[in-house]
């Protein structure tokens, strides 16, 4: 086995890095996260806000830009 991992690396190394890595990447999925809370601390994004928020006073309408048609 190693020696036709070996052989096809030597021949073909630009097909076996690819399927190496795309091999590597559904595991991470699953380990990324988990190494991120109990290593890092991570403890997630703060929410984003969904609307604007609104000052609490009077409105006061706008003058000055009126078309002059």
């Known amino acids: 086995m190693f020696?036709?991992?070996n052989r096809f690396a030597v021949e073909q190394p630009t097909i076996f890095w690819s399927l190496i890595i795309?091999?590597?990447g559904p595991v991470?999925?699953?380990t990324v996260p988990?190494?991120?809370?109990?290593?890092f601390g991570f403890k997630g994004y703060?929410?984003?806000p969904i609307?604007?928020?609104l000052p609490n006073r009077a409105r006061v309408a706008t003058s000055g830009y009126e078309d002059s048609a």
Request: proline fraction near 5%; charge should be positive.
């Open 3 to 5: 020696k036709a991992l």
């Open 22 to 24: 795309g091999s590597v």
């Open 28 to 30: 991470m999925v699953f």
């Open 34 to 39: 988990k190494v991120r809370r109990e290593y």
């Open 46 to 48: 703060e929410q984003l």
């Open 51 to 53: 609307t604007y928020p």
